[in-house]
């Protein structure tokens, strides 16, 4: 769980793909200054990667909110998209999932690689990710 | 010859491309990188690939499926190809992604991927 209110590092906007990139060194730097380790590290801006990937490719491009939680010591991001929605999560976040190109590992994957992963998806609004790690 | 964009450099040593990622590549660089390296097969008529990826912290399953491609296409031009430099936190986040680096061989650094070259075309 987020244990606290976050402060707001950065929020970007997600349009190709050196945004994802951009969201990539923000989530890193925020953890550097938290003292994450490099597995750590590793494992949370690979997911990162993926879902803000998502929402380019996928929902129409998005944004991203980093927010660091330093007395808790977490990192979480919000990542929202324009997109049409996903018509059902359960499916979607199965491995070898797919409804492009990719390989289908890209959601159940990046769930696996946080300590907090929601998702919503309304039709409205599209995609809305919430993820954080504990350093 | 050697050539440095975006994406990656790549260098002619002894018969064998070196390929090296940069940090923080984004996806057009590495489909960018995957086409020059093909052309620069073919046209050298390389030995052997040899893809550097020491500089990457993370490796997600497009930039993965990317480096398997790479590795296919210069296997399919008759050239031998190793992965190195693969960072401890990366393998173990491919793991849990799921992912495999099918047909993709992999070596600990550039001497042992250069050595085992060596001994394959000798």
Redesign the interface.
């Known amino acids: 769980m987020i244990r606290e209110e976050g402060k707001l590092v950065e929020r970007i906007s997600l349009r190709s793909?050196?945004d994802?990139?951009r969201a990539?060194?923000v989530v890193?730097q925020a953890m550097d200054k938290l003292g994450a380790r490099?597995?750590g590290?590793?494992?949370f801006?690979?997911a990162v990667?993926?879902i803000a990937?998502n929402a380019v490719v996928h929902g129409q491009g998005g944004d991203i909110s980093v927010f660091s939680h330093d007395r808790s010591k977490q990192v979480s991001v919000i990542c929202e998209d324009g997109g049409p929605g996903i018509e059902d999560i359960d499916t979607a976040l199965q491995?070898g999932f797919t409804t492009g190109r990719?390989?289908g590992?890209?959601l159940?994957?990046a769930q696996?690689?946080c300590d907090v992963f929601e998702i919503e998806s309304t039709p409205d609004t599209g995609v809305t990710i919430r993820m954080a790690v504990n350093i | 010859m050697s050539d440095a964009l975006d994406g990656g450099s790549i260098h002619m040593v002894d018969g064998v491309l070196l390929v090296g990622i940069h940090e923080?590549?984004?996806?057009?660089d590495i489909m960018g990188l995957q086409d020059r390296l093909a052309d620069r097969v073919a046209s050298e008529r390389a030995q052997g690939v040899v893809i550097d990826i020491s500089a990457l912290?993370?490796?997600?399953?497009?930039v993965g499926?990317v480096i398997a491609q790479l590795a296919n296409i210069a296997r399919l031009l008759d050239a031998q190809t190793f992965l190195v430099g693969m960072?401890?936190?990366?393998a173990?986040?491919l793991v849990?992604?799921?992912?495999h680096l099918p047909e993709t061989r992999t070596a600990l650094s550039l001497t042992h991927a250069m050595e085992r070259l060596r001994s394959n075309s000798g």
């Open positions: 793909d050196r994802v990139a990539r060194r890193t490099a597995l590290r590793t494992r801006v690979t990667s993926e990937r491995d990719g390989l590992r890209g159940g994957g696996r690689l | 923080d590549v984004t996806d057009t912290e993370i490796v997600d399953t497009f499926r960072r401890p936190a990366v173990m986040t849990e992604l799921g992912m």
